[in-house]
Nanobody, 128 residues
């Protein structure tokens, strides 16, 4: 089964930087759109940034100019570079991906199914 594993969360001071990573593993046929969401205590999960398979990005207004999403398709990895962090950025950050999971393959064809997969989250705390 395809899994997403995030890393890089930590506690930093306001104005600091972090780089989150999310690696996909398992029977991957293809990875399409990838995204980072976050959920602060007592709040709903919100979309932070997304990136298509061709590298087209989109950001929430609250993070534009401070957070940068990128991906390495060869490594099945998506990153979130976080700069000029603010206390309101404190949250669990979750990786999400639309994945084609391989079921079976032979010399002539591949069978796959499309899934939306979530990681387990990594905690970012911005505090002085």
């Amino acid at each position: 089964q395809v899994r997403l594993v995030e890393s890089g969360g930590a506690e930093v001071q306001p104005g600091g930087s972090l780089n989150l990573s999310c690696v996909a593993s398992g029977p991957i046929f293809n990875i399409h759109d990838m995204a980072w969401y976050r959920q602060a205590p007592g709040k709903q999960r919100e979309l932070v940034a997304s990136i298509t398979g061709r590298g087209i990005t989109d950001y929430a207004d609250s993070v534009k100019g401070r957070l940068t999403i990128s991906r390495d398709n060869a490594e099945n990895t998506v990153y979130l570079q976080m700069d000029m962090l603010k206390p309101e950025d404190t949250a669990y950050y979750y990786c999400n991906a639309d994945v084609s999971e391989m079921i079976a393959s032979d010399a002539d064809s591949v069978q796959y199914r499309n899934l939306n997969v979530w990681g387990q989250g990594t905690l970012v705390t911005v505090s002085s």
